[in-house]
T-cell receptor, first 117, second 111 residues
Framework: GAVVSQHPSWVICKSGTSVKIECRSL??????MFWYRQFPKQSLMLMAT?????????EQGVEKDKFLINHASLTLSTLTVTSAHPEDSSFYIC?????????????FGNGTRLTVT | QKEVEQDPGPLSVPEGAIVSLNCTYS??????FMWYRQYSRKGPELLMY????GNKEDGRFTAQVDKSSKYISLFIRDSQPSDSATYLC???????????FGTGTRLQVTL
């Protein structure tokens, strides 16, 4: 089945630093990947849609200069949390669907737990 | 009113019970329906994916879609303690469209 790999699985950083999270589709190509954020005991909140070779599309209320997204290849998207602050501490999850398959569902990575101290 | 409504639970059942999880939605444009299982501190795992009304079965899991009532269900037969997780329903208007999630139902299967 389709596998989405996310790295790192957890990271602790100091306030003011930047953190990069990688999302890879291991056995399929994905022209579009999605980045979600999840707070404890809450559902997933879509942050942005990552488009291969073009700019990401951000949801309302999500700061594009703070959450930088790069989708440089058909198998890799990165999310960089710039100048992180404690309120950015959360669970970040990426997802992707197989661009080459008809009606392919969305598959998720295992998430990255970010703690900003 | 939210586009997708899902009872957050928690729902506690004894091992071996049949579990029924449900979601209702208001947007008639939703055509694709999914159920994901999420264990604590993990990403959601796809369980079922349907795009037509009716039933779809996979092992102990059955997904049911009723587009006329805007109601979807997931049934788990012979529930196991390993089924204890949060179950999220999700739906979209198209294959490339973003997903709209329910809040998730926390299920606890006890011995």
């Amino acid at each position: 089945g389709a596998v989405v790999s996310q790295h790192p699985s957890w990271v602790i950083c100091k306030s003011g630093t930047s953190v990069k999270i990688e999302c890879r589709s291991l056995d399929f190509q994905a022209t579009t990947m999605f980045w979600y954020r999840q707070f404890p005991k809450q559902s997933l909140m879509l942050m942005a849609t990552s488009n291969e070779g073009s700019k990401a599309t951000y949801e309302q209320g999500v700061e594009k200069d703070k959450f930088l997204i790069n989708h440089a290849s058909l198998t890799l998207s990165t999310l960089t949390v710039t100048s992180a602050h404690p309120e950015d501490s959360s669970f970040y999850i990426c997802s992707a669907r197989d661009s080459g398959a008809h009606n392919s569902p969305l598959h998720f990575g295992n998430g990255t737990r970010l703690t900003v101290t | 009113q939210k586009e997708v409504e899902q009872d957050p639970g928690p729902l506690s059942v004894p091992e071996g019970a049949i579990v029924s999880l449900n979601c209702t939605y208001s947007n008639s444009a939703f055509q694709y329906f999914m159920w994901y299982r999420q264990y604590s501190r993990k990403g959601p795992e796809l369980l079922m994916y349907t795009y037509s009304s009716g039933n779809k079965e996979d092992g102990r899991f059955t997904a049911q879609v009723d587009k006329s009532s805007k109601y979807i269900s997931l049934f788990i037969r012979d529930s196991q303690p390993s089924d204890s997780a949060t179950y999220l329903c999700a739906m979209s208007t198209g294959t490339a469209s973003k997903l709209t999630f329910g809040t998730g139902t926390r299920l606890q299967v006890t011995l």
